[in-house]
């Protein structure tokens, strides 16, 4: 009956009183060595072991009360973020601003004037993906995280760059420094991390700034590819190509008929691991300044940008 009447397992004080289990019985079975176990203050597990992560959601969403929303990492894995929660990964809820609620243990309170209308998936009340996603950014200190989350909340998630830019402006402006610099990135063309990081490097480089993510067609009109940066000026295009995208099947054939397209127009081309952006900055530097300039010393290729006049 007890466990009919929880969450997974899980219930408040209160509710175990009201089913007839008085609370000193409740606690006393939540001591080492007993059936039971504590979550958070008033909040029990009808079973002993490791608590799963969703067991560790009801508990926060009974600790907090009806009004929680769960917003950050956890909200946006359950809308489509292929990313993998860690097991000391915060619980983090949302809850209107005049709650008194603390945080506690593994559940971090944030309360706010601005509550969102919850989407529901799989019974969890969850804060809509651009929040979700700004609510984590702002957490986090430093630019490579931060663009590396909105880069795939922007892949993996469909987000619109200019809808949370809005939601961003809209909401607190407490930590919105990092996240705001990587969205103007983002609203200038990358598309992933790693474009990111090849844009501020590419600015040391000397050359003229490029154009992100493109499409390149033949004399004849037909696609060849969209690069990641494109001189149109001499035809030179720069791939950022990930391991695990391009060099993985289908992906690895999808990349081999790409450059060979590339070839067949007579297109320079480099193509650039993630990993070295970080890892050898001025070898990269040096292969574009290279490249850029051995396509310019041979004749420009009948090749068109999409969207540009001749």
């Not at 990313?83 to 983090?92: G, K, L």
């Not at 070898?283 to 001749?310: C, F, H, I, T, W």
Request: proline content about 9%; glycine content about 6%; overall charge positive.
């Amino acid at each position: 009956m007890l466990f009919a009447a929880s969450r997974r397992g899980v219930i408040t004080v209160p509710q175990l009183e009201a089913l007839g289990v008085p609370q000193e019985t409740s606690y006393r079975r939540c001591l080492p060595g007993r059936p039971w176990q504590r979550l958070l203050p008033g909040v029990v597990l009808l079973r002993t072991g490791e608590p799963t992560r969703r067991q560790l959601l009801e508990g926060a969403l009974l600790y907090c009360g009806a009004d929680a929303i769960i917003t950050g990492l956890e909200s946006c894995r359950r809308q489509g973020l292929k990313r993998e929660v860690r097991t000391d990964e915060p619980v983090h809820l949302l809850l209107p601003a005049h709650l008194k609620t603390m945080s506690c243990d593994y559940v971090l309170v944030e309360r706010t004037t601005r509550m969102p209308v919850p989407v529901h998936r799989d019974g969890l009340p969850l804060a809509p993906a651009p929040r979700a996603v700004l609510d984590e950014c702002r957490r986090l200190p430093d630019h490579p995280p931060v663009r590396a989350l909105l880069a795939e909340a922007v892949q993996q998630l469909g987000l619109d760059p200019a809808e949370l830019s809005t939601e961003l402006e809209t909401g607190s402006r407490r930590g919105t420094a990092v996240p705001r610099a990587v969205l103007r990135e983002i609203a200038r063309g990358a598309r992933s991390a790693a474009e990111g990081v090849a844009m501020a490097l590419w600015r040391r480089t000397g050359l003229p700034e490029p154009v992100w993510n493109f499409e390149v067609h033949d004399e004849h009109g037909r696609y060849i590819a969209t690069p990641d940066a494109w001189c149109d000026e001499v035809a030179f295009a720069w791939e950022i190509d990930s391991y695990e995208f391009h060099f993985g099947q289908p992906g690895y054939a999808a990349t081999l008929a790409r450059n060979n397209r590339y070839a067949a127009a007579g297109i320079a081309l480099v193509q650039t691991v993630p990993s070295r952006l970080r890892s050898e900055p001025r070898a990269v530097v040096a292969d574009l300044v290279s490249a850029y300039r051995a396509a310019a010393a041979r004749p420009r290729p009948p090749v068109k940008l999409a969207g540009r006049q001749e």
